[in-house]
């Protein structure tokens, strides 16, 4: 495999996908106060979203240095690659992609191309597992990226949130209007497409889930679709399964917990999609 390819924590995969295409992932921090957890590794999602609540102080996230990513890439060349294809995710969400750039130019033992997924959660893992897929059946860098350059076109995530109480607690959204739109029961539903993330306001949550229902509907036939939730209740999926049972695809559909670094700021019980649009 002369391709080897490259991630970071937020792609959401399952961990039978990476070991099964020798992805390698970079970790990002996911700091409480003064104790730092390695996503992934010091800390499993059920347990971060669990505390998320009752954490003294809100989380923070952090990106690992470039040092932490040329470490990856020399490892890489020094089991054989011939290059390294780095997939992260979206510059409008995280400084990843910058921090891999650096490291890249920086590395001299392989060449190594960084990629905008444009995307967060399962909207870059589907990606990385095409790339893996590519590069395990001998593709060249080139035949990889015209292909992923073509799936982030039809790549989409939308998710509705269950409160806007961690949005508040982490400065993204003025404490004031969170109080306003609480009382309006206001279930804001974020979306991501193209590198854009957007956001669409529903009152009440039997409301936004009927709108995930259409947007769902909207998008037309699914190359490929994933449920995605952040620690949210079995009820909750459920529910969410039988609205949109005549939309989705025969057999088993892939289930993902949202990344810690994301749902730091969305906070527990969000559920949504992450799919690809068919080839027209």
Not at 53 to 68: I, W
Request: glycine fraction near 6%; hydrophobic fraction near 45%.
């Amino acid at each position: 495999m002369p391709v080897r390819i490259v991630t970071d924590s937020t792609c959401d995969l399952p961990g039978e996908i990476i070991d099964r295409y020798e992805i390698r992932v970079v970790p990002l921090y996911i700091n409480v106060g003064k104790q730092g957890y390695l996503d992934g590794i010091d800390i499993t999602r059920e347990e971060f979203y669990k505390k998320l609540p009752t954490f003294p102080v809100h989380p923070t996230t952090a990106v690992p240095s470039p040092q932490k990513f040329r470490a990856i890439y020399d490892a890489l060349a020094d089991e054989g690659a011939t290059e390294v294809l780095s997939i992260h995710i979206s510059v409008a969400l995280s400084a990843v992609v910058d921090v891999a750039r650096s490291a890249a130019q920086e590395t001299t033992s392989v060449p190594v191309t960084v990629l905008d997924a444009q995307q967060l959660s399962l909207g870059t893992g589907f990606l990385v597992e095409t790339a893996a897929k590519l590069a395990a059946e001998g593709g060249s860098l080139a035949e990889i990226l015209a292909v992923l350059n073509m799936q982030i076109k039809r790549s989409y995530v939308f998710a509705v949130l269950d409160t806007l109480e961690f949005l508040k607690r982490s400065g993204r959204m003025n404490k004031y209007l969170a109080g306003f739109a609480s009382l309006l029961q206001i279930k804001p539903i974020l979306t991501m497409h193209n590198g854009k993330p957007g956001t669409e306001r529903v009152r009440t949550r039997d409301r936004a889930l009927m709108r995930l229902v259409e947007m769902l509907a909207e998008a037309g036939s699914l190359e490929r679709i994933a449920i995605v939730h952040t620690n949210a209740s079995l009820e909750r999926l459920a529910e969410l399964r039988t609205l949109t049972a005549h939309l989705l695809p025969q057999g088993k559909i892939l289930t993902a917990d949202i990344t810690p670094v994301i749902g730091a700021h969305i906070g527990p019980g969000a559920v949504g999609f992450a799919f690809i649009k068919s080839l027209e």
